[in-house]
């Protein structure tokens, strides 16, 4: 079955940059999309970014664009989100999320990480 584990949160403060990491395992991946999202307390989880495991294409939310860079390491069946100039807006459960799909949509998503907490102090 599939696993993802996410690594890597932890408190910062403004400015400063995090690497989230999510190893998979269960399957060959080739043919799937891996995505970044994230839930804030009192909102609802939204999308972050996503990458084709076999292109590397990738796909960003508007408010990380810039800041965020998703990769993949096919190697070490990893996925990575370098979050660079951090705001405390971006403070939130960070879950790593496996589907086979379209890259661009938010939807169909059917494998779920546990959650890694990202806490950024101002």
């Known amino acids: 079955q599939v696993q993802l584990v996410e690594s890597g949160g932890g408190l910062v403060q403004a400015g400063d940059s995090l690497r989230l990491s999510c190893a998979a395992s269960?399957?060959?991946?080739?043919?799937?999309?891996m995505g970044w999202f994230r839930q804030a307390p009192g909102k609802e989880r939204e999308f972050v970014a996503a990458?084709?495991?076999?292109?590397?294409?990738?796909y960003y939310a508007d408010s990380v664009k810039g800041r965020f860079t998703i990769s993949r390491d096919n190697t070490k069946i990893t996925v990575y989100l370098q979050m660079n100039s951090l705001k405390p807006e971006d403070t939130a459960v960070y879950y790593c999320?496996?589907?086979?799909?379209?890259?661009?949509?938010?939807?169909?998503?059917?494998?779920w990480g546990q959650g890694t907490q990202v806490t950024v102090s101002s």
């Open positions: 999320a496996a589907k086979i799909g379209r890259l661009s949509s938010y939807r169909a998503y059917n494998y």
């Open positions: 269960g399957r060959t991946f080739s043919d799937y999309v």
């Open positions: 990458i084709t495991w076999s292109g590397g294409s990738t």
